[in-house]
């Protein structure tokens, strides 16, 4: 199935303001602390994920020639910077409250230098294209259902969307570049395989913390609704299942998972003066 990222789209990076919560509300997203601590669990990945994400591809910027792409990538850099940044504010907070930051970052960062030290920049480039469809598939869900933020606090609820909005925008930035320079289709299956196994393993570990020092882990009635509400009957990860498996296709396209027109309705919250 052919598909390719449309030649016109804008990927422009946007700098709103979020005054998170002060003093922080650790059930931020209507008292539920399952809920809450599962998007947490994935905002502290992103400070230093991101910023792995933005040197994967400067490290092969320069063989790219088309002016658009060129374009697309600065976009996909300047989004990212501005999610690492806020992030990291994000992360500042939940320090503040009490949660050991420096116990659930450590292995992500040991990782991460690992890989920058002991591995080619392809590789690089292949497990940013893995995470960036994780992210993306999760960004997506969340622009089409906004049950899923349903009750939050509104602010951390609209910092989610305009993380969801960019990563919809460039979610296929990355890949692009992969398919220019790289290409391999065992490389990039291997990549999300293990991009797959860490996600999980890391998002889990900052769960069970943050519940853990909210005195909540052996909680059986947040566990039972929390699992409910990611896998249950109408969890918010089933409709996913599809749209991961996807990725391993040879004749894979993040484009071919079309939301343009829900990122064109989106963008009416972030950019009101430019979306009629």
């Known amino acids: 199935m052919h598909c390719q990222t449309p030649h016109d789209l804008l990927i422009k990076p946007r700098q709103p303001e979020f005054a998170l919560p002060s003093p922080w509300l650790r059930h931020w997203h209507g008292g539920d602390a399952f809920k809450s601590h599962f998007f947490d669990a994935m905002s502290l990945l992103f400070p230093d994920g991101e910023r792995f994400f933005i040197d994967a591809?400067?490290?092969?910027?320069?063989?790219?020639?088309?002016?658009?792409?060129?374009?697309?990538?600065?976009?996909?850099?300047?989004?990212?910077?501005?999610?690492?940044?806020?992030?990291?504010h994000y992360s500042e907070a939940l320090r503040e409250s009490g949660y050991d930051l420096d116990y659930l970052e450590r292995r992500l960062k040991k990782r991460l230098a690992f890989v920058r030290k002991h591995l080619p920049p392809k590789v690089h480039l292949a497990a940013t294209t893995a995470v960036e469809h994780l992210t993306a598939i999760m960004a997506d869900a969340i622009l089409q259902n906004p049950e899923w933020l349903e009750g939050a606090d509104p602010t951390m609820a609209r910092l989610w969307r305009w993380h969801a909005l960019e990563e919809s925008e460039h979610k296929a930035v990355a890949?692009?570049?992969y398919q220019q320079v790289c290409g391999k289709v065992w490389l990039r299956r291997r990549a999300m395989l293990q991009s797959t196994f860490f996600f999980t393993l890391d998002t889990i570990k900052g769960l069970v913390h943050m519940l853990r020092r909210d005195g909540l882990l052996w909680n059986w009635r947040i566990w039972r609704d929390g699992?409910?509400?990611?896998?249950?009957?109408?969890?918010?990860?089933?409709?996913?299942?599809?749209?991961?498996?996807?990725?391993?296709?040879?004749?894979?396209?993040?484009?071919?998972?079309?939301?343009?027109?829900?990122?064109?309705?989106?963008?009416?919250?972030?950019?009101?003066?430019?979306?009629?």
């Open 57 to 88: 591809v400067r490290a092969y910027r320069d063989q790219v020639t088309d002016p658009q792409q060129q374009a697309q990538i600065r976009g996909f850099i300047g989004q990212e910077a501005h999610h690492s940044r806020e992030h990291q």
């Open 227 to 276: 699992l409910g509400w990611l896998w249950g009957s109408r969890g918010i990860l089933k409709p996913l299942v599809q749209a991961y498996f996807d990725f391993y296709r040879a004749d894979f396209h993040p484009w071919q998972h079309d939301n343009l027109q829900v990122i064109l309705e989106r963008r009416r919250e972030f950019d009101p003066l430019e979306v009629s």
């Open 175 to 177: 890949f692009d570049l």
